[in-house]
């Protein structure tokens, strides 16, 4: 007996077999009798001295990382629950048939409008427990706790928002109905679309443990940095068992540990089952996420059975229970829940004679009603106080649940997931099982139910709420007011390089220096970089700020001798994420929504290898726009043609389409350093000055050559997306080259080309954004079809271009797809060059002509252009190619 009740302490599951030998029952003799005298501090000291030893003598040592299958919390170290229980439990039941009922309501009037019943059925008491007792709205004049809601449970947090007072009932009946003309609920946590409410968008599976593993690191970062007081905030993260299987979920579970980030709570709702069945049919999830979560030393606290099994418990002599424990399977749990008490009893504790007489004097239904850890509020208490308490690393809460709980006959069946409604039989059963004090009738309408205001429930939840600082989930954003640099700042980027050839990356590199000295901006900017400082010339970042390290520079860097050497500071500014661009991304959330978590305008520029940003980490991109994350995402290393040598894995052509699909996000394909300079002046007072929920994609480029000073009066082109950089030098232009990135310099040679060979006038212009031009024409078009009536609007590019006459040839390092979507204005004059295909190994020169965006090709095919409109000799033209060294012949790059 001894032996197993320090189980959870010792780590070390009895074998039967060794037990039974002579010898070692006299070692473990002695070692009841140490406990007995000296306690369970000294059996851990004595166990790990002789661990030393047998590891010095070469024995073995085996790695158990799972404890028994009970809870790590031993009953007789649990404090008393502080709340009203059975108030707690009348709320708690008020929340469930409301949760239930706006789904139910929901699929009765309009089948099929979806929603979600048993996830909050499962998960209410882990919630309850938190709201009355352990989530702060706000410490002092700070922000509260941060929590991640799991997406699911959202009606059961719209029900207690009901109950409170916070959402009107008729916001509540209109759940899933937001289009209506009238109050309605979004399905999910979507600050966007409930910006009062919800803070984080988590319904994508495997978001949330990611982004709030990164939310917790980030909010030290911001107290190391003495941006934000240090205050004893938590980040709770309530967790789907099957969503862990996400790759997300657990691929920075040991950031967490090796950050030490003892503000940091995951609660993982362990229903056993997901969407389809069960997680871990043939095996225990529990037990699986303890050895991983023990291995990456997190603080483990399983929370799996109810109180009213620690009687069962105590009268176990032999340790059969326990035994009979360990050997079912989830398979078989859940199928207990199923199938009920009868069941239970012949499969569960008839194995053994000795099992099965212990239960002799409980019914069936009693032993149906065996309580899960995770709905036993006595179990979540203490389990969730030992978290909150715990020091110097993250803990994470196993708790067992059922799916469906209380919903009769959907409870613990594989199809619970997608229940949607219930029968009347069923609304009256769950009416009577929760005690919900409506008539029969209003119970078969599924009607919603809210005691009134001086109700012992409601004054109760408000009490509880008011102690800890307010409502939760709530999000409120103070007013914009930081005031950010005026384009007088900018005045080296803006003035060129002076004839030096230096790429767009390295004048975005200079330029975030020099931001990061400003007196009133600098402090709030954060670089973060997965590994790649280098590759884009960050070095003498590294140096002015330093490398955000929390436990400073335990050693002596090998080039600290050298200026440049690799500077970490416990205050440092950089994010050096190390290789993980998901990871970053959630860097690049953490700090593009600081403004609104913590009060502080952080300004990210995560800069990256272009070509592994969207595409490897688009849904957090997408969950960033929801969450109205502001900040620059820098795409480096861009292009299919201007990174050179690298190839098919690397070369990006596409990323522009990409961000393109994300409705705040602006992107920007920017020739020179001076249009980023404005893109990024502009971008930051519209954001941090004037408060805008927008963020921009901008890509850099790593090609040399002289950036020139800004021409007088481009400002508003470059922001809205184009404007003329060259016109023809002599004589009207009767053709009119596009070009973006690295390729305008091509169009410019193309001008030259066709000026000095054919004759040919051509104005050049810089598109800095296609997707801004076609965003403000399809607003114009959408105007003009909605008001026949009036005079018809004339699109920005179309403006732009008057006079500008001829076939337009628009040129990119990205695919057609880019430029095509300016087709519906500019069709009849349209040719786009892009870099359609798989990138291949070789220098920009082979690329450009292999995908023929280079000046040869632009100038072919404005001559091929104007051949087709009657204005040159086609025989000529053709001669022309053979000239420009362009093969009519060769293979098509788009498809080979
Ligand atoms: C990335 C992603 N893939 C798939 C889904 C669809 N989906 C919604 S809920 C669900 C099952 C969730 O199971 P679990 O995490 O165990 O939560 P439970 O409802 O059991 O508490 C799935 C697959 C999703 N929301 N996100
Ligand atoms: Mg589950």
Redesign the pocket.
């Known amino acids: 007996m001894a032996i197993r009740e320090i189980h959870p302490i010792l780590e070390f599951p009895t074998n039967p077999e060794i037990d039974s030998k002579e010898e070692v029952s006299e070692w473990l003799e002695a070692f009841d009798q140490m406990l007995e005298a000296e306690g369970p501090q000294r059996g851990r000291e004595l166990l790990s001295a002789l661990m030393d030893r047998a590891r010095e003598s070469g024995v073995k040592v085996p790695v158990q990382l799972n404890t028994p299958y009970v809870n790590t919390i031993p009953v007789e170290q649990e404090v008393p629950y502080p709340g009203d229980r059975g108030l707690e439990r009348r709320i708690k039941s008020l929340i469930r048939w409301n949760a239930m009922a706006m789904v139910h309501r929901q699929n009765k009037k309009d089948p099929g409008i979806g929603g979600?019943i048993?996830?909050y059925s499962?998960?209410a008491t882990l919630l309850e427990v938190g709201f009355n007792h352990f989530f702060h709205a706000r410490y002092g004049d700070q922000p509260g706790d941060l929590i991640y809601f799991?997406?699911?449970?959202s009606p059961g947090i719209y029900a207690r928002a009901y109950l409170e007072g916070r959402l009107s009932e008729q916001q509540v009946l209109n759940f899933r109905h937001e289009l209506r003309g009238e109050p309605g609920l979004p399905s999910y946590p979507h600050p966007w679309l409930l910006p009062d409410f919800w803070r984080f968008p988590t319904?994508?599976?495997?978001l949330a443990p990611l982004n709030a593993i990164y939310q917790a690191r980030f909010m030290r970062y911001l107290e190391n940095r003495g941006i934000i007081p240090a205050t004893p905030r938590k980040i709770w993260a309530f967790?789907?068992?099957?969503?862990?299987d996400?790759p997300e979920s657990m691929g920075s579970i040991t950031l967490a540990s090796r950050e030490k980030l003892d503000n940091l709570i995951f609660v993982v709702?362990c229903?056993l089952?997901?969407?389809d069945g069960p997680?871990r049919s043939n095996g225990k999830i529990i037990n699986e996420l303890e050895a991983a979560f023990r291995g990456a030393r997190w603080n483990v606290i399983k929370v799996v059975w109810g109180s009213d099994w620690d009687k069962l418990f105590a009268r176990d002599q032999s340790g059969i229970l326990l035994k009979r424990m360990e050997e079912c399977v989830d398979g078989e749990y859940q199928a207990y829940k199923a199938k009920g008490g009868e069941y239970i009893r012949r499969e569960f504790f008839a194995k053994y004679p000795e099992l099965l007489e212990m239960v002799a004097d409980m019914s069936d239904d009693e032993l149906h009603h065996l309580t899960r850890g995770g709905h036993d509020p006595q179990k979540v208490y203490n389990a969730y106080k030992r978290a909150a308490e715990h020091r110097g690393g993250p803990t994470i809460i196993l708790a067992h649940t059922v799916?469906g709980y209380g919903l009769g006959s959907a409870e613990a069946r594989n199809a619970t997931?997608q229940e949607k409604k219930l029968a009347d039989q069923a609304l009256i059963a769950f009416r009577s099982r929760f005690d919900i004090p409506i008539p029969e009738q209003a119970a078969r309408d599924g009607s919603l139910y809210r005691p009134s205001d001086d109700s012992p429930e409601i004054t109760y939840m408000r009490q509880r709420r008011e102690q800890f600082g307010g409502f939760m989930p709530s999000r409120d954003v103070a007013t914009a007011t930081l005031e950010t640099p005026g384009l007088d700042y900018f005045a080296e980027p803006l003035a060129g390089s002076q004839g030096r050839a230096v790429s767009t990356t390295m004048g975005y590199v200079s330029m975030l220096r020099q931001l990061l000295k400003h007196p009133k901006v600098g402090k709030f900017i954060v670089p973060i970089v997965p590994d790649e400082g280098r590759t884009f010339g960050m070095e003498s970042i590294i140096r002015q700020v330093g490398i955000y390290a929390s436990q400073g520079q335990l050693y002596k860097p090998h080039d600290v001798d050298m200026l440049l050497y690799y500077r970490e500071e416990k205050n440092g500014q950089i994010l050096e994420e190390g290789i993980t661009e998901a990871g970053s991304m959630a860097s690049f959330t953490a700090a593009g929504t600081a403004y609104g978590n913590y009060n502080v305008p952080m300004i990210p520029f995560f800069t990256y290898y272009s070509m592994f940003g969207y595409q490897r980490m688009g849904?957090l991109v997408w969950a960033f726009a929801d969450a109205r994350g502001k900040g620059f995402l820098m795409g480096g290393t861009a292009g299919r043609t201007t990174l050179s040598g690298e190839g098919l894995q690397h070369l990006d052509g596409h990323s522009h389409v990409l961000f393109s699909v994300v409705p705040t996000c602006h992107t920007y394909d920017p020739a020179f350093v001076y249009e980023i300079a404005v893109i990024v002046q502009d971008g930051m007072r519209r954001m941090y000055q004037e408060g805008e929920d927008r963020f921009y994609y901008i890509t850099l480029y790593n090609e040399d050559y002289p950036m020139p000073e800004m021409p007088k009066g481009v400002e508003e082109g470059i922001l809205r997306g184009i404007y003329r950089y060259r016109a023809a030098g002599s004589g009207k232009a009767v053709a009119q080259l596009f070009g973006s990135g690295p390729i305008l310099n091509e169009a410019l040679r193309a001008q030259t080309i066709l000026a000095e060979k054919y004759g040919i006038a051509a104005d050049v212009w810089s598109v800095t954004s296609y997707n801004e031009l076609r965003r403000e024409a399809m607003a114009i078009e959408r105007w003009n079809w909605l008001h026949p009536a009036e005079p018809q609007k004339r699109p920005h590019i179309l403006g732009a271009l008057e006079g500008a006459e001829g076939p337009i040839i628009a040129a990119t390092d990205y695919i057609k797809a880019v430029p095509d979507q300016l087709a519906p204005w500019l069709a009849d004059r349209l040719v786009s060059l892009g870099t359609d295909g798989f990138g291949r190994s070789d220098n920009r020169q082979h690329l450009r002509r292999f995908f023929e965006v280079n000046a040869e090709s632009i100038a072919a095919a404005a001559l091929s252009r104007l051949a087709r409109e009657g204005k040159l000799d086609a025989q000529r033209v053709q001669k022309a190619f053979a000239e420009l060294g362009v093969d009519a012949e060769k293979i098509d790059p788009a498809i080979l």
């Open positions: 979600h048993s996830t499962s998960i799991q997406g699911h449970s319904v994508s599976m495997g967790l789907g068992d099957g969503e862990m996400e709702n229903n089952q997901r969407l997680v799916k997931h849904d």
